[in-house]
Nanobody, 121 residues
Framework: VQLQAYGGGLVQAGGSLRLSCAASGGTFSNYNMGWFRQAPGKEREFILVISRSGASTYIADPLKGRATVSRENAKNTVYLQMNSLKPEDTAVYYC???????????????WGQGTQVTVSS
């Protein structure tokens, strides 16, 4: 499975962004899809995961209340909507695919290349 994340960019604090992750080369609906981020000098951080069908989601504290996730299996795409962005949200954002619902990066078998999100103050 190949994943490509896109939609990042420069946004002012308080603004919004929607990231997308397009999958190809596999059966997208077989995978739970996670989003992670990594800021310079920091470890990769789990943001959220959405189940295969989209019926279940789990959002970690850093973006809880400010992020939503959705997927369209017919389009092999998962979306991350982020609102009320803060400068500390600046990072490279990655999508990833896993067989289980997990917050652990090592459980994810396939990774996108990442898209840069920069939030200015």
């Amino acid at each position: 499975v190949q994943l490509q994340a896109y939609g990042g960019g420069l946004v002012q604090a308080g603004g919004s962004l929607r990231l997308s992750c397009a999958a190809s080369g596999g059966t997208f609906s077989n995978y739970n899809m996670g989003w992670f981020r990594q800021a310079p000098g920091k470890e990769r951080e789990f943001i959220l995961v959405i189940s295969r069908s989209g019926a279940s989601t789990y959002i970690a504290d850093p973006l809880k209340g400010r992020a939503t996730v959705s997927r369209e299996n017919a389009k092999n795409t998962v979306y991350l909507q982020m609102n009320s962005l803060k400068p500390e949200d600046t990072a490279v954002y990655y999508c990833a695919a896993a067989s289980s619902i997990s917050s652990t990066p090592s459980d994810y078998k396939y990774w996108g290349q990442g898209t840069q999100v920069t939030v200015s103050s």
